[in-house]
Nanobody
């Protein structure tokens, strides 16, 4: 069984930074892509970023491109999301998710394991 645990959320002022972590249990972590998604109150869950299994390929939503960076340390079974220049509209619960393939995209159905989420609140 795969478990994903997010950490690093919190309250930050606009323009500030946070780094989220997602640590996975279970085997073969380095075989699968891992993505970050977010869900704001009253809105659907949306894609943020994904890293391929090796971390060599990444893809971002247009809304975070240039501000967020996804990376992974497979030796630690951990994926990170560095968030800079945060805006109030980035406020959401952030989830990490493991895909079932080496590469993955932005669709929710491509991901089969999800964490419980961590709250990020950006004040104006």
């Amino acid at each position: 069984q795969v478990q994903l645990v997010e950490s690093g959320g919190g309250l930050v002022q606009a323009g500030g930074s946070l780094r989220l972590s997602c640590t996975a249990s279970g085997r073969a972590f380095s075989t699968y892509a891992v993505g970050w998604f977010r869900q704001a109150p009253g809105k659907e869950r949306e894609f943020v970023a994904v890293a391929s299994a090796s971390g060599g390929s990444t893809y971002y939503a247009d809304s975070v491109k240039g501000r967020f960076t996804i990376s992974r340390d497979n030796a630690k079974n951990t994926v990170y999301l560095q968030m800079n220049s945060l805006k109030p509209e980035d406020t959401a619960v952030y989830y990490c998710a493991r895909a079932s393939t080496y590469y993955s995209g932005s669709r929710l159905y491509e991901y089969d394991y999800w964490g419980q989420g961590t709250q990020v609140t950006v004040s104006s």
